[in-house]
């Protein structure tokens, strides 16, 4: 993590400069490289039509079907190339028990996580937010649940008006504590070319494990794998083997593997196949991990057999 302060702010020069000097400043190889740009985004946060614009585009163009929203907390400005910059806002959790678990859980209020991209924040409206910050380094560990992670606490810093934080991918874990007031941060994201391989990861810090994985794509991926050991027909293990063999996440061939013994059986993996499905520390720690499958997986829809419920 990197923090900039400012005694006071620049005028802005607009999102589409933002993104242009991102484009031809940053370097995509060095997360730290956007703190070239901590300026420009701090500037950038005091026009505070830029979130009432997105507002009033969804407004005006509500026929049209998606908004700059794409969920009730964050909002797409702009991208070019690997650069976003969004909007997320920061309410105040609500009274009643129940609502107040699932938008803590959706906001990762509290929740230790990092995250597969780098970003640099400032606060665009409201006292802004705290968080409690640790680093540790992905490269030094394999990346299954209940792994050993060396964490090391770098303190409690807040997002207020004169503060640019840089959140590298890999790298930091931190949890958002609700701000006194709703507020709001504006980000420049840089996302690389194989975010959508990569995990993000929910940490215990107390016990220093990664405690599980962050919905993300990869996460959708072995989510949807799931649906094929009850909804499957002919041609489903044929495709279930090549995804165990040739694709590069390593949790979307384990979960092509699982599904495929599920719905054929343990001989239907054989040595060649495995041994292609386990080609790194990841996939060998995932498939020894993993709890054995049911002896007969209810079958929802098949062609290949009996139809149950």
């Known amino acids: 993590m990197l923090k900039q302060r400012f005694a006071g702010r620049a005028a802005p020069e607009g999102v589409a400069v933002l993104l242009e000097r991102a484009q031809r400043e940053v370097d995509p190889r060095d997360p730290r490289s956007l703190m070239a740009l901590a300026a420009p985004l701090h500037a950038l946060a005091g026009d505070r039509t830029v979130l009432q614009r997105c507002i009033h585009h969804g407004l005006e163009h509500w026929r049209d079907g998606p908004t700059h929203f794409y969920s009730s907390q964050s909002c797409h400005v702009a991208s070019a190339g690997p650069f976003v910059i969004r909007i997320n806002l920061w309410p105040l959790l609500p009274a009643d028990p129940r609502r ?98 990569t995990n993000q990861f929910y940490f215990d810090v107390e016990r220093g494990v990664i405690r599980d994985y962050v919905g993300s794509w990869s996460h959708k991926r072995v989510d949807a794998l799931a649906f094929a050991r009850c909804w499957h027909d002919r041609q489903t293990p044929a495709l279930l083997q090549q995804i165990l063999e040739c694709h590069p996440c390593s949790r979307t061939r384990i979960a092509a593997g699982q599904a495929l013994v599920a719905i054929a059986g343990p001989d239907a993996l054989g040595a060649g196949s495995r041994v292609r499905m386990l080609r790194d520390p990841l996939a060998r720690a995932l498939w020894d991990r993993a709890a054995p499958a049911p002896a007969a997986m209810p079958t929802i829809y098949s062609t290949t057999g009996r139809e149950a419920t």
């Open 100 to 197: 107040r678990a699932i938008l803590a859980d959706v906001l990762s209020y509290f929740d230790y996580h990092d995250h597969n991209f780098s970003f640099i924040t400032a606060n665009y409206a409201g006292p802004g937010y705290e968080t409690d910050l640790y680093s540790y380094d992905a490269t030094s560990m394999t990346g299954y649940p209940g792994e050993p992670v060396a964490l090391t606490y770098l303190g409690r810093h807040t997002l207020d008006d004169a503060t640019v934080l840089l959140y590298e991918g890999g790298k930091d874990v931190h949890r958002q504590l609700p701000p006194s007031q709703p507020s709001a941060s504006i980000n420049l994201m840089m996302t690389p070319a194989d975010a959508g391989l």
